[in-house]
């Protein structure tokens, strides 16, 4: 049997870091086993459902490198792959179901419904309808033919129960005295949840779905559905939720969890991709820097975790600054270059690339972030520094006229213009005038920079030249004065 698994997201809010984590998963196991890994899109939400929430998801998919062998804008064998345009399927089979009896037209009234769902409650029995409140087959049918609408209803055997191996957590059961004869098809003719993505996973042959926990008490209904087509069911995977810190569910209370944001924010996608994969799984050592290929190799769905796995961003961070510093210099340029034009408003010319180059094994060595890298680097390009204020008014006192005018004395004489050169400067500097390192390198920093944190001092000046690094200490120098 080849493995074909699939990720199903719905375009009604953006991909987030749980759903990513989801399509990994699903990934990595196809990937793993040689198999099929499709994309399809539960759209059949027309109101929900808008195109940017769809684009979003396919962009996040291809940042994290997570390419699919069939499905949505790819094709296969099997297209269309949107629910919304297989609306007529979902019908077919449901009205097959009413014919063979398994699944019934649904008049209930509404409010008896209500009223037999309390009593239920009231009473301590589950309140899964059964049936029990429809009119007789004659009425449905005459009503039926009068034009009147109804939803569809899949009629649960009673007794009975749905049984399952899950492979992440085990042995399930499932009576059916807890599952109510639930809606498949709506009285607009549009399906329900249960019905097309039960009716998709048949007609596309999936073997495995791998899905969130959030969804593991619609499998008995989903493994109904299969069987009353006439189908075996594929084998279940359900992952454990993702965890806040403080133990509770995953929300925009921890911070922004769409994938969007963290590629804004400067992660990497293979930083990304590695974390996830250790929500739940692991390699089976002690090991956290694990590659593409690795994970492909020793993957295995068996291993997957049942609990709840913590979504640490401290961790990420360091996670990303791992990968960062075992970037090459012009890798690491590269990566940036997004922030940098975006800055610049146009692609850096070859001088201030040079500049970037030379800076850059500094910046890397301290950086977690893209993003921060890029700001951190600003000042090199801009032609004047803007000051930030509490900076300047932390440092700019007291000595701060002294360590300048030093600095632009020491600096000036120099020969040659090299790191080397500029500490010795300085640091002759800071001794003949009886300064410390704080008092007398801070106000030089902010004077180049516009800020007390940047690179390290000496590199940041030899990368900005001489030229535009006594410019800016004199400005600096003036502002004082003045
Ligand atoms: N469209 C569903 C969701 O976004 C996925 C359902 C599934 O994997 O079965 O939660």
């Known amino acids: 049997m080849t493995v074909r698994v699939r990720f199903a997201p719905s375009p009604t809010g953006y991909l987030h870091v749980g759903g990513a984590r989801t399509a990994l998963y699903n990934w990595l196991f196809a990937r793993s086993e040689g198999g099929t890994f499709l994309l399809r899109s539960d759209d059949t939400d027309a109101e929900r459902s808008t195109p940017e929430y769809a684009a979003d998801i396919l962009d996040g998919l291809r940042w994290l490198g997570l390419d699919w062998d069939e499905g949505i804008e790819v094709g296969g064998p099997h297209a269309p792959y949107r629910q919304s345009q297989r609306l007529e399927r979902y019908r077919e089979v449901a009205s097959e179901l009413v014919a063979a009896g398994r699944a019934y037209w649904s008049l209930a009234d509404p409010e008896a419904l209500e009223r037999w769902r309390k009593e239920a409650r009231d009473q301590g029995r589950a309140p899964a309808y059964d049936g029990s409140l429809e009119p007789p087959p004659e009425e449905v049918e005459r009503r039926l033919a009068a034009g009147e609408r109804a939803t569809v209803r899949f009629r649960v055997p009673r007794p009975g129960r749905t049984e399952f191996s899950d492979v992440v957590r085990g042995d399930m059961s499932f009576e059916h005295t807890q599952v109510e004869d639930f809606v498949i098809l709506r009285s607009n003719g549009t399906p329900t949840y249960h019905l097309a993505s039960t009716v998709d996973d048949v007609d596309f042959g999936i073997t495995h779905v791998i899905r969130g926990e959030d969804l593991l008490s619609s499998t008995p209904k989903h493994i109904l559905i299969t069987r009353a ?254």
């Open 229 to 482: 087509m006439g189908a075996e069911p594929p084998t279940y995977a359900h992952l454990s939720l993702l965890m806040g810190p403080d133990g509770k569910k995953l929300s925009k209370r921890h911070g922004d969890t769409a994938v969007a944001a963290f590629r804004a924010a400067g992660y990497l996608p293979e930083a990304l991709v590695n974390y996830l994969a250790l929500l739940g799984w692991s390699p089976g050592d002690e090991e956290t820097i694990v590659s593409r290929d690795e994970m492909i190799r020793r993957f295995d769905l068996a291993d997957v975790s049942r609990n709840p796995a913590i979504f640490d961003m401290d961790k990420l961070q360091w996670m990303n600054g791992v990968y960062i510093r075992a970037m090459t210099p012009d890798e690491f340029v590269d990566r940036i270059m997004p922030w940098i034009a975006e800055d610049l408003g146009r692609e850096p010319t070859a001088e201030e690339l040079r500049i970037l180059h030379e800076i850059a094994p500094h910046v890397q060595e301290r950086t977690k972030l893209l993003a921060e890298a890029a700001d951190q680097v600003r000042f090199l390009l801009v032609d004047e520094v803007v000051y930030d204020e509490r900076s300047w008014s932390k440092v700019m006192k007291g000595d701060a006229p002294r360590a300048l005018d030093g600095a632009i004395a020491a600096l000036s004489e120099l020969d040659e213009w090299t790191i080397e050169s500029i500490e010795s400067a300085l640091r002759g500097m800071l001794e003949r005038e009886g300064l410390s390192a704080r008092k007398g390198l801070q106000p030089i920093r902010v004077a180049v920079s516009g800020s007390t944190v940047s690179p390290p001092l000496f590199e940041s000046l030899a990368a900005l030249g001489r030229r535009r690094t006594l410019e800016r200490i004199r400005r600096a120098r003036d502002r004082l004065t003045a």
